[in-house]
C-alpha cells in the first residue's frame, strides 16, 4: 500500500484513522495508568498549558501532540510511577511524554503496513500557553478528546504528504 | 528464584521506575537495579560488574537500543546475558533486527506486569 498517494488523495482514509487513534489513546491510558477515559463534553474547552509531541517520519510523516492541564499532567505522573507527582516535578514532563510516545507507536502498529515504515522521535515537551505552533502539515488533522480524572486532555494528529 | 541484579536502560526516568516496579509485581527478587539513560549509559554501567537480566528501550538518543545490543557482544562480562526489549517501536523488522542481534525477548509498551513475566521468567529459569 502506498500511503503517501493515499494520505494525500483521500480524506476518508484519515478519517477512518480516528477510531484507532481514539483506541490506541484509550489502550494506553487503561494498561499504564489503571484509567478509563471518558467523554469530555462537546464545547469544553482543552487547556494548552502542557503539550507533549512525537514526530513521525517514513511513510507516515508528521507530528502527534498531547494536550492537557499541568494538574492532569501531575495526575498522570502519579499514576503511572504510584506515587504523587506535584506539579512542578520534572518527571510530569517524562511521564506525559512518554504517554505521548506510548500513544504514537501504538498507533502507528494498528496500521496494517506500516509498522516498518514509521518511526518516531523522542517525545518534546512544551509547557505554558503563550507560544504558537506551525506545522507544515498539508493532509490534515485528526484530533481525539477525552476527559481525564475530570479534566480535558486532547491528542491531535497532524499528519504531511 | 535467585536474587537477581537487572540493568534497565531506558531514556524515561519514568519509564525506567515502571520496568522496575514491573519487575517485582511478577515476583522478581532484586538485589541490584542499575540503571542508565542510553546505549552508552549501559555499557558503562556494566563496567561495574555482570548482571542478570538486561531491559531495554530501542528509540533512545546517544545510543539506541540496536547499537548497544550491537556494542554488547563485545562485552565479555555480559556474555549470555539475556536482553529483553522494551519499546513502542513494534514492527516486525525492529523485533528480527533484535532478536538477530542477541535480544531473547521483545516486548511492546504498553504493557502489563504480567507481560513483563511471561517474558522474563523464562529466561532467568534457564540461568544456572
Not at chain 1, 507560544?131 to 476527559?147: N, P, Q, V, W
Not at chain 2, 539513560?37 to 531495554?56: F, H, K, S, T
Request: proline share 5%; net charge negative; glycine share 10%.
Amino acid at each position: 500500500m502506498n500511503f503517501d498517494n493515499e494520505i494525500a488523495q483521500s480524506k476518508p482514509l484519515l478519517d477512518s484513522w480516528g477510531p484507532m487513534l481514539e483506541l490506541a489513546c484509550r489502550e494506553v491510558f487503561d494498561i499504564m495508568l489503571g484509567c478509563r477515559l471518558g467523554q469530555p463534553a462537546p464545547d469544553e474547552t482543552i487547556p494548552l498549558d502542557f503539550t507533549a509531541m512525537v514526530g513521525l517520519a517514513g511513510q507516515l510523516r508528521g507530528v502527534l501532540s498531547l494536550r492537557c492541564s499541568p494538574q492532569a499532567a501531575a495526575v498522570m505522573a502519579s499514576k503511572m510511577l504510584g506515587v504523587a507527582v506535584g506539579e512542578k516535578d520534572e518527571q510530569m514532563w517524562d511521564a506525559v511524554g512518554e504517554i505521548a510516545n506510548m500513544v504514537a507507536g501504538n498507533f502507528k502498529n494498528k496500521l496494517t503496513g506500516m509498522g516498518d515504515g514509521c518511526m518516531l522521535s523522542v517525545p518534546t515537551v512544551i509547557t505554558g500557553s503563550d507560544y504558537s505552533c506551525r506545522s507544515l502539515t498539508d493532509s490534515g488533522t485528526l484530533e481525539a478528546r477525552f476527559l481525564f480524572e475530570g479534566s480535558p486532555i486532547s491528542v491531535e494528529l497532524q499528519v504531511h504528504s | 528464584m535467585k536474587k537477581i541484579k537487572a540493568l534497565i536502560v531506558d531514556d524515561s526516568s519514568v519509564m525506567r521506575r515502571i520496568v522496575e516496579r514491573s519487575l517485582r509485581q511478577a515476583g522478581i527478587d532484586l538485589e541490584q537495579v542499575r540503571e542508565a539513560g542510553n546505549g552508552a549509559e549501559g555499557l558503562a554501567a556494566l563496567q561495574g560488574g555482570a548482571v542478570d537480566l538486561i531491559l531495554c528501550d530501542i528509540n533512545m538518543p546517544v545510543m539506541d537500543g540496536l547499537e548497544f545490543l550491537r556494542q554488547l557482544q563485545g562485552v565479555p562480562s555480559a556474555k549470555g546475558t539475556p536482553v529483553v526489549m522494551i519499546t513502542t517501536e513494534g514492527s516486525e523488522s525492529h523485533v528480527v533486527q533484535a532478536l538477530s542481534i542477541g535480544a531473547r525477548g521483545y516486548i511492546r509498551k504498553p504493557f502489563t506486569p504480567e507481560q513483563v513475566k511471561q517474558h522474563v521468567t523464562p529466561l532467568l529459569e534457564d540461568q544456572p
